[in-house]
């Protein structure tokens, strides 16, 4: 079996490692024996409209405009997702694949539509530290990272959060972190966040490609449960 996994302008949406994520996910899948092709799309090119798992990551507010406009007129991102292909959305990615986000200038614009969530700025100080959160399904445990950023998102009734928050900030709404919905993922957890949750990585995976074999890396094992026990006594069965 083969996977495309789609990296999407982390020169603009990179700020903070997130382009990692591919390499984790790469190296997840070919330890199950799969044969994965990582693309790499930079500002100018056509989105692949046939990938199975496509990532954005975080950036500041100039480069997150720039890029929403780009994935609004090429149009790519929206069909592989409406066909069921797998999104992974970091922080300006997560914001970007929402309802409505500010734009460069502070404006409300839309945003992709992936998502029913709304993000805005207000006067709250800038949400920055570790954040620990309880996610809401597919029995994954604990899982950390490091937040960034000054938007506050609200998800939609029907939207199910990423997971809980146990510690930090989130999405600032309801006790809120990310979104889950259906194949598409979005959380303001940087780290990277897959490198920091290998079973976060598994989870992102199986929604592309359906179950696969047990994988044991002993040393991202050992660094999820590091994060896991300094960010509050969690174990890995939390």
Do not use: C
């Given at each position: 079996?083969?996977?495309?996994?789609?990296?999407?302008?982390?020169?603009?949406?990179?700020?903070y490692g997130d382009q990692g994520n591919a390499e984790i996910l790469v190296h997840r899948a070919r330890?199950?024996?799969?044969?994965?092709?990582?693309?790499?799309?930079?500002?100018?090119?056509?989105?692949?409209?046939?990938g199975d798992i496509y990532l954005l990551g975080g950036g500041e507010d100039g480069p997150q405009s720039a890029a929403l406009e780009m994935i609004k007129v090429d149009g790519g991102l929206n069909y592989a997702a409406a066909g069921g292909a797998t999104v992974l959305a970091i922080c300006a990615g997560f914001q970007i694949i929402g309802e409505s986000l500010p734009d460069s200038t502070g404006k409300t614009t839309s945003g992709l539509g992936l998502v029913d969530a709304h993000t805005a700025y207000d006067s709250s100080p800038r949400s920055v530290g570790e954040l620990v959160i309880q996610p809401s399904r597919g029995g994954l445990?604990?899982?950390?990272?490091?937040?960034?950023?000054?938007?506050?998102?609200?998800?939609?009734a029907?939207?199910?959060?990423?997971?809980?928050?146990?510690?930090?900030?989130?999405?600032?709404?309801?006790?809120?972190?990310?979104?889950?919905?259906?194949?598409?993922?979005?959380?303001?957890?940087?780290?990277p966040v897959l490198a920091r949750n290998p079973e976060l990585a598994d989870a992102v995976l199986q929604c592309a490609i359906g179950p696969m074999q047990a994988f044991e890396d002993p040393l991202a094992q050992a660094?999820?449960?590091e994060r896991r026990i300094t960010l509050g006594g969690i174990t890995t069965s939390s």
């Open positions: 079996m083969s996977l495309t996994i789609v990296r999407l302008y982390h020169d603009l949406l990179g700020t330890a199950r024996n799969l044969e994965v092709d990582l693309v790499e799309v930079t500002p100018g090119m056509a989105i692949p409209r046939s445990p604990v899982l950390t990272g490091f937040e960034n950023h000054q938007g506050l998102t609200r998800l939609g029907d939207m199910p959060p990423l997971g809980l928050v146990r510690s930090g900030i989130g999405n600032g709404f309801n006790n809120q972190e990310g979104v889950w919905h259906g194949n598409v993922f979005g959380s303001y957890m940087h780290g660094f999820a449960k």
